[in-house]
């Protein structure tokens, strides 16, 4: 069974460029959360995905943004960047289906972003 | 603001000793409680969760909760160097809420 794959893995960007990450998730799974990771902050919850809806949305500026496919395929954008946006970038699915379920969160690889 | 708390280390024990993480969390209402490892360079993976008070065992691992301290443990039996990673804590809840709250998390380094 495939896992959750992410794309790009890593990428270089500038400062006020704008970035789009992919994220496939495990078949099946209708829930995608999208998280940054960094060595200061730790995993901080970007926002989840369910059923082309965006479901829950954590505390980050409305540079970040998302949407999900019909397919249950996620992307992340990111726009006019900032040097604190460096950092890892991780895409999650989950079977969870209703609130109040709990589910283990699979994780893709990451990718990697890097802001000069 | 639900937090979750945990040393940073690194906690560094020999090889074949117990190694004990712990995690604090803020809300009373968490319902649900996640143990994850993330080695270097690698996304984190689910080891161990627990919803009851008490201690719950899979193989070498031990997750310990206690509601009422609002304290959650884990416990690696016969520590092995490849246990050496980032271990995360993730709490969900209350009722509802089942986005998960991740601690910093502790790193751990079991030498020979």
């Given at each position: 069974k495939a896992g959750v794959?992410?794309?790009?893995?890593?990428?270089?960007?500038?400062?006020?460029?704008?970035?789009?990450?992919?994220?496939?998730?495990?078949?099946?799974?209708?829930?995608?959360?999208?998280?940054?990771?960094?060595?200061?902050?730790?995993?901080?919850?970007?926002?989840?995905?369910f059923s082309e809806t965006q479901r829950n949305k954590g505390n980050f500026p409305g540079r970040f943004s998302g949407r999900q496919f019909s397919n249950s395929r996620s992307e992340m954008n990111v726009s006019t960047l900032e040097l604190g946006d460096s950092a890892l970038y991780l895409c999650a699915s989950s079977l969870v289906a209703l609130a109040g379920d709990t589910g283990e969160l699979f994780f893709g690889e990451g990718s990697r972003l890097t802001v000069l | 603001q639900k937090e979750v708390e945990q040393n940073s280390g690194p906690l560094s024990v020999p090889e074949g000793a117990i190694a004990?993480?712990?995690?604090?969390?803020?809300?009373?209402?968490?319902?649900?409680?996640?143990?994850?490892?993330?080695?270097?360079?690698?996304?984190?993976?689910?080891?161990?969760?627990?919803?009851?008070?008490?201690?719950?065992?899979?193989?070498?691992f031990t997750a310990q909760l206690n509601k009422a301290s609002q304290y959650v443990s884990l416990l690696i039996r016969d520590s092995q160097p490849s246990d050496s990673a980032t271990y995360l804590c993730a709490v969900t809840g209350p009722r509802g809420s089942y986005i998960p709250t991740f601690g910093r998390g502790t790193s751990l380094i079991v030498h020979p």
């Open positions: 794959t992410q794309t790009p893995r890593y990428l270089i960007k500038t400062r006020g460029q704008q970035v789009t990450l992919s994220c496939s998730p495990i078949s099946g799974h209708r829930s995608v959360s999208w998280y940054q990771q960094t060595p200061g902050q730790g995993l901080q919850f970007l926002f989840e995905y | 004990s993480l712990n995690c604090t969390y803020s809300d009373r209402g968490s319902q649900s409680f996640f143990w994850y490892r993330q080695y270097s360079g690698k996304s984190p993976e689910l080891i161990m969760f627990i919803y009851s008070n008490g201690d719950k065992e899979d193989g070498r």
